[in-house]
C-alpha cells in the first residue's frame, strides 16, 4: 500500500496544484477580481492615480459613444420611416429638400 504514495507521485501532484492555483488566479484577474495576497489584502488592482485618470478616461469615452449611438439611433429611424413610407411621401420629401437645397444656394 505504502508503494502508491511515491515520490513521484508526490511531486506531480504538487504540481498538479501548483498549476490549478496558477490557472485559478488567472482566471480571477481576467473577470476582474482583485488579487489578494497571503493576508486577504487586494493587490490588483492598485488605487492610485493612473487608475483614477485611466477610469476618468473611460468614463468619458463612454459618454461620447453613448451620444454616437444615440444620433445613428436618430439615423436609423429616418432611414426606416423613409423606406416604410409610401412613394407620395417620399417624393414629397425629395422635392422638400431640393427646395431647400436651391432656397441655400439662392442666398
Same mark, same amino acid.
Given at each position: ?6 515520490? /513521484?507521485?508526490?511531486?506531480? =501532484?504538487?504540481? +498538479?496544484? %501548483? /498549476? +490549478? ?10 473577470? =476582474? @477580481? ?5 493576508? =486577504?489584502?487586494?493587490? @490588483?488592482?492598485?488605487?492610485? +492615480?493612473?487608475? +483614477? ?9 463612454? /459618454? ?5 449611438? =444615440? ?5 436609423? /429611424? ?8 409610401? #412613394? @407620395? ?10 427646395? %431647400? #437645397? ?6
Amino acid at each position: 500500500m505504502n508503494e502508491l504514495i511515491t515520490p /513521484a507521485v508526490l511531486g506531480i =501532484g504538487i504540481v +498538479a496544484m %501548483s /498549476a +490549478a492555483w496558477i490557472i485559478n488566479t488567472a482566471i480571477r484577474v481576467r473577470h =476582474g @477580481y482583485p488579487l489578494e495576497n497571503s493576508w =486577504g489584502r487586494s493587490v @490588483y488592482p492598485k488605487k492610485d +492615480a493612473e487608475t +483614477a485618470e485611466r477610469l476618468k478616461l473611460m468614463t468619458q469615452e463612454n /459618454a461620447q459613444l453613448r451620444a454616437e449611438i =444615440g444620433s445613428v439611433k436618430d439615423r436609423l /429611424a429616418n432611414v426606416e420611416r423613409i423606406v416604410t413610407d409610401s #412613394g @407620395y411621401h417620399l417624393t414629397q420629401e425629395i422635392e422638400q429638400l431640393r427646395l %431647400s #437645397g436651391e432656397k441655400e444656394k439662392m442666398q
